[in-house]
């Protein structure tokens, strides 16, 4: 039946039949098959990560570079700055970047140090605003992958870690046999049971610290940033050098305003 309703796996979704364009989606989701740890790809890898066939990934490869989002060298095809401008629109449009920004500035202020508002998206999460002050760029961290719109592994780092736990058990267990808990350092949990004490400990306590287990030499403290209905809709976070910052200096100094400015964007959001 074309009034059928398709559901996204990911977001619970529906869509009729009829209204679903299966092209567009495919085009979509070979874009987003580039990303920061594969950022070249061929035509076979591609058909690989999406499901297309190699023939008809080489057509939707040969088609999104003649719209000019990709670029190749006639083996390997990787991603132009045309993309930017989906990222850059919603940047500049969607409201919780724009009301929090001002605010995580004037905490880089206060402290020294850097903070970012970010968002789950399946098992990365992603920066949506970032604290930017010129004349503290010799003092604040600017670590791997911390820049606007970068994905990062949600298992390994503060704010994912935030945002899983206010999931139930069951969509974290679902969560973690989807995705599997990659190692990055020495310090990133990999065994499942650890994970889920550690998530229920997050959620007890309401903030996550992690430390050197997405990148070394990197500490950061995170709390979940609520909408008005209590659900959790992104994650504050602070970061910091290991050898600048104490985990107890995060906890006692920058722990308070983290959760006075989730409290205050509570009403903003």
Known sequence: MRYDLIE???????????????GLAKGLSLLEAFGVDRQKLNSTQIAKRTGLSRTAAR??????????????????????????????????????????????????????????????????????????????DNLRLSPYGMHLGNRLPAHATSTGKVLLAALNLEEQKHWVNKYSLKRLTAYTIQDEVQFYQVLAEIQKQDYCLSKEQHELGVIAIAVPVLNAQGKAIAALNCIAQTHRVTEEQLIQQVLPLLRNTAYELRSMV
């Open 8 to 22: 996204n796996e990911v977001s619970g979704e529906t869509i009729k039949q009829d209204d679903y364009i299966a």
């Open 59 to 136: 057509r939707y490869l040969r088609t999104l570079k003649y719209l000019g989002y990709l670029e190749t060298d006639d083996q390997y095809f990787w991603l132009t700055h045309k993309v930017l401008r989906l990222s850059s629109s919603y940047l500049s449009s969607a409201h919780l970047p724009k009301v929090v920004q001002p605010i995580l500035n004037l905490l880089s202020a206060q402290t020294s140090l850097t903070f970012s508002l970010v968002v789950l998206d399946e098992h990365e999460v992603v920066p949506i605003a970032r604290s930017y002050l010129p004349q503290h």
